[in-house]
């Protein structure tokens, strides 16, 4: 799969949502607005619009497709918010245009918004690839991306904003990326980035070749976090991370470890060791404290979309 380019419309998605944007506790995740009907169109060049409450799918090449994409945008929306909040969003005030190009294509998409005095605007996001990856890959990766930057309303750093949305991408996408990082992280190659400058990431790597690292090792830091806690701590985690910009204390907080550094190091035994079950890599303070159980399997939203559809 090419993931060059979807690195690169990555990087122009984060300029494109720089701007303006107000930081600091929400008192409600995310705010309410009318219900809109959906409808399918024909446009004027026989691609195909379909119409949903929150999306306008262009460029479908035929009805069904512009069908399915709409109502599996919804449908992702409305279950990943719940993952990652445990709240349903509210419809947005402007729909978000998504641009589907489909075709034996690689896997590519973007999100882009507009943040300005505490308000997110603007979405738009490309898909490109099958229908199969645009459906089980592409869409809940953007879309996820959309759920963050409704509920914190600010740019994310690059590590927590990519690594929450690959989590949720096909098992064949996440099967990728830790092939990725064990090349990356092998002491010949030497990739991988210290986990206190990842945190700092504001901005993707100017060096494409840096990418791949980026988008593998934020990956697996994720799901290693998720598996230890589930998607909802991962959450609450980042907003305490965002809010105070004092990571060490977000990770010790709601993960038990000492800091960034001693995270790292179980980090990286536990995929040295080949991904084994993350429960047995918990530091003693989680195992002790734990009052409810951990969501196992916590990503299994898109086939219960897709074998709706
Ligand atoms: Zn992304």
Redo the contacts with the bound molecule.
């Keep these: 799969m090419s993931k060059d380019a979807r690195f690169f419309i990555?990087l122009c998605?984060l300029v494109l949502c720089a701007g303006p944007h107000a930081v600091g506790a929400e008192t409600q995740l995310f705010r309410p607005s009318p219900q809109i009907p959906a409808r399918t169109v024909l446009s004027s060049s026989q691609f195909y619009w379909y119409e949903t409450a929150n999306f306008v799918i262009t460029n479908a090449p035929t009805a069904e497709m512009a069908r399915e994409f709409g109502e599996a945008a919804e449908a992702y929306r409305r279950d990943l918010a719940l993952l990652w909040t445990g709240e349903v969003m509210p419809n947005w005030s402007g729909k978000c245009s998504i641009n589907a190009t489909v075709g034996d294509y690689g896997a590519n998409?973007?999100?882009t918004c507009s943040y300005y005095r505490g308000e997110v605007y603007g979405w738009k996001i490309t898909v490109q690839g099958t229908r199969e990856r645009i459906l089980d890959s592409v869409l809940p990766?953007?879309i996820s991306?959309t759920i963050f930057a409704s509920y914190f309303r600010r740019p994310l750093p690059s590590w927590l904003?990519?690594g929450a949305?690959?989590s949720v991408e096909h098992l064949s996408e996440r099967t990728n990326y830790r092939r990725m990082l064990l090349e990356f992280v092998d002491p010949a190659i030497r990739r991988a980035i210290p986990f206190n400058r990842m945190v700092e990431m504001k901005t993707y790597p100017e060096d494409p070749k840096d990418f791949f690292p980026l988008y593998a090792q934020c990956n697996s830091v994720a799901e290693f976090l998720i598996g230890q806690g589930g998607n909802r701590r991962f959450f609450t985690f980042a907003k305490d991370g965002l809010d105070s910009n004092n990571w060490n204390a977000a990770v010790h907080k709601h993960y038990g470890y000492d800091n960034l550094g001693d995270l790292q190091v179980v980090w990286i035994r536990w995929v040295g060791e080949g991904f084994p079950d993350v429960a047995s890599y918990e530091p003693v303070l989680v195992r002790n404290r734990r009052v409810q159980p951990i969501e196992r399997n916590p990503i299994p939203v898109f086939e219960q979309i897709v074998a709706g559809l």
Excluded: C, R, S
Aim: negative net charge.
């Design positions: 990555f998605a998409g973007d999100m990766h953007e991306h904003d990519e949305a690959t």
